[in-house]
Structures are given as C-alpha cells and as structure tokens.
C-alpha cells in the first residue's frame, strides 16, 4: 500500500492559481505514473493530467494550457500548478499512483479546490 497524501487545496477567485502537492511514500516513486484526477458534484471522476516515469505529460482538453503537472523523484512529490481557474474547476482533486502495466493505482484523500467570487 502507498500512502498518497495531498495539499494545496482551498478557495480562490476566478482568474486565480492554486497549486496543489501530492507526497507518497514509497521508494519505488519514480516508477509510478502520477496522476492528477477531479470529481466534480454529480459529475464522473475524470484525469487531469499525467505524467509518465520518464517525464511524458498528458492533460484533459478542458485544462490544456492552464494547468502543468511536475515531479520530483527525489522528494516523491508530484504538483499541480493550476492558473486562470474558473468555475468549472470546482471539484474535489486526487492523487492517483500506478504502475504502468496496472489499470489502476493508489488512491490520496483528496483536496478540494473551489472557484468562485
């Protein structure tokens, strides 16, 4: 089991920045495809963005251009740096670790970011 904990969530205008921070504990990090998923109310959990163990990054249409996604696997972190955020954003954001050949990983608690004025 791999412990996901996340931080950087919280409440911000439209047009602002967050960025969040995923640690994990495990010393295989640098293995793991990171993941950044949200989950809207009432809405399917969907990818934001990945990043491979070689560095490939990956990101949902709706945040192309807005939101990058890093690692550092020294530190086994994974970020998410989230700029011009609207609305739409609102959502309950999560860490997601897994192997490449696994369809599906390691869950963190989650953060929530929300928009609004």
């Known amino acids: 089991q791999v412990q996901l904990v996340e931080s950087g969530g919280g409440w911000v205008q439209p047009g602002g920045s967050l960025r969040l921070s995923c640690a994990a504990a495990?010393?295989?990090?640098?293995?793991?495809?990171m993941e950044w998923h949200r989950q809207a109310p009432g809405k399917q959990r969907e990818v934001v963005a990945s990043?491979?163990?070689?560095?490939?990054?990956t990101y949902g249409d709706s945040v192309k251009g807005r939101f990058t996604i890093s690692r550092d696997n020294i530190r086994n972190t994974v970020s998410l740096q989230m700029n011009s955020l609207n609305p739409d954003d609102t959502a309950v954001y999560f860490c997601?670790?897994?192997?490449?050949?696994?369809?599906?990983?390691?869950w963190g608690q989650g953060t929530q970011v929300t928009v609004s004025t």
């Open positions: 990043m491979s163990p070689t560095g490939s990054e």
């Open positions: 495990d010393n295989i990090f640098r293995q793991y495809i």
């Open positions: 997601h670790a897994k192997l490449p050949m696994w369809a599906s990983g390691y």
